[in-house]
């Protein structure tokens, strides 16, 4: 097999369908990250990281992303087999602080490029798939009730999505919960519902409304305090019925050990831009699996490729309690692959193609990258 001959790394920006309103950010364009490793005979190992919102969300802004790949990073690949990501993870990870998407964005690329070296799924190279499909939430967050019930009932219809998420942390709290109410008059009855807080609550808000929205029969509660709050998000898990899950605290192992060990929080979001790549969501699922935590695959609305990632790899995993939520490619008005996302039945299918199962569109990559 051949060694490593290039890096490269592109920014895209990719316009959506509808704005996606968040309580830190409107989305009307999303940035995102492609990064391109080719070995000496033309294979090419393709991957892709998002960034919701730029510095709104995280740390990691697309421009960072390439950025320290370019300088710090890249020199730890030219000339190895990428077969080895493993070691050469391992390497980098002694030599870059940090830069969890940075690091997701390599590694995905190397195993991309291992699998189709070698010509089987991506998935054979950590742990084979479990799945072949998997229940596919969409977040309602249009911002206007009647619409979101509109896009539900739709959405119900196509048999595509049963799980609807709902963007709550931005504006009037008491006036978000209403609108939570009244959607779950309209289409509860034929579907799950839970909430994203996105971290914009205060303990005080969230022990009101939280009351509120379990009474409701709202499933899951999405990081209602801040990422540093533990000792909080301890006590909400406490006192209330509903679950409470850990998305933007739970980055690294070490973050998602401590909030296992204080148990702020009862479930675990996954998506491995933020944990680093693949190997490191796994050894978090795996912890979380050991504590009894329930399982949610996130998503950092990635467009096609970086979906295809995250579902070969959420493949991998026994049980999503709450799912996945990997509906990004519905959000965007175009796409840098040849192939689109299949979902049926409520849930999205898992391909069984080489690598990631997706084939970058080179022309359209031409068009949008800055």
Avoid at 31 to 46: L, M, P, Q, Y
Avoid at 176 to 184: E, L, R, T
Avoid at 298 to 317: D, F, K
Wanted: charged fraction near 25%; proline fraction near 3%; glycine fraction near 8%.
């Amino acid at each position: 097999m051949s060694n490593i001959s290039s890096v490269d790394i592109f920014i895209c920006d990719l316009p959506v369908v509808r704005p996606h309103k968040l309580s830190m950010t409107t989305i009307t364009s999303q940035a995102i990250v492609i990064g391109i490793i080719k070995d000496e005979s033309g294979i090419t190992g393709v991957s892709e990281v998002a960034t919701i919102g730029g510095a709104s969300y995280g740390e990691s802004t697309v421009e960072a992303i390439k950025a320290n790949i370019d300088q710090y990073i890249t020199p730890h690949l030219i000339g190895q087999d990428p077969i080895s990501f493993n070691r050469i993870m391992n390497n980098i990870s002694k030599s870059v602080r940090g830069n969890y998407f940075a690091k997701s964005l390599i590694e995905t690329a190397l195993i991309d490029l291992a699998a189709k070296q070698r010509e089987f799924p991506a998935y054979e190279l950590f742990g084979g798939k479990i799945h072949n499909s998997l229940p596919l939430a969409w977040t309602l967050a249009s911002g206007d009730t009647a619409r979101d019930i509109e896009e539900a009932k739709e959405m119900l219809h196509q048999k595509r999505h049963n799980i609807f998420k709902l963007k709550i942390g931005s504006g009037d709290p008491d006036a978000n919960v209403k609108h939570v109410g009244k959607i779950i008059k309209a289409v509860g009855d034929e579907s799950r519902i839970t909430v994203d807080i996105n971290q914009a609550w205060d303990e005080y808000t969230a022990l009101k409304q939280i009351k509120a929205l379990e009474e409701m029969g709202v499933s899951m509660i999405e990081q209602p305090l801040p990422a540093w709050n533990y000792e909080g998000m301890s006590r909400l898990t406490e006192r209330f019925d509903v679950s409470i899950l850990a998305d933007e605290a739970a980055t690294s192992l070490h973050d998602t050990y401590r909030i296992i060990k204080a148990r702020a929080g009862d479930a675990i979001a996954l998506k491995p831009a933020k944990h680093g790549g693949i190997l490191e969501t796994k050894k978090i699922a795996g912890i979380a699996e050991a504590a009894g935590f329930g399982l949610y695959g996130g998503t950092m609305i990635e467009s096609t490729i970086g979906n295809a990632v995250a579902a070969s790899v959420y493949s991998t995993i026994p049980e999503f309690k709450f799912g996945t939520e990997i509906f990004g490619p519905l959000l965007y008005k175009d796409k840098l692959t040849l192939e689109n996302i299949e979902v049926k039945d409520f849930e999205i299918q898992i391909s069984d193609d080489i690598g990631f199962g997706v084939t970058l569109d080179y022309e359209k990559l031409e068009y949008y990258k800055r």
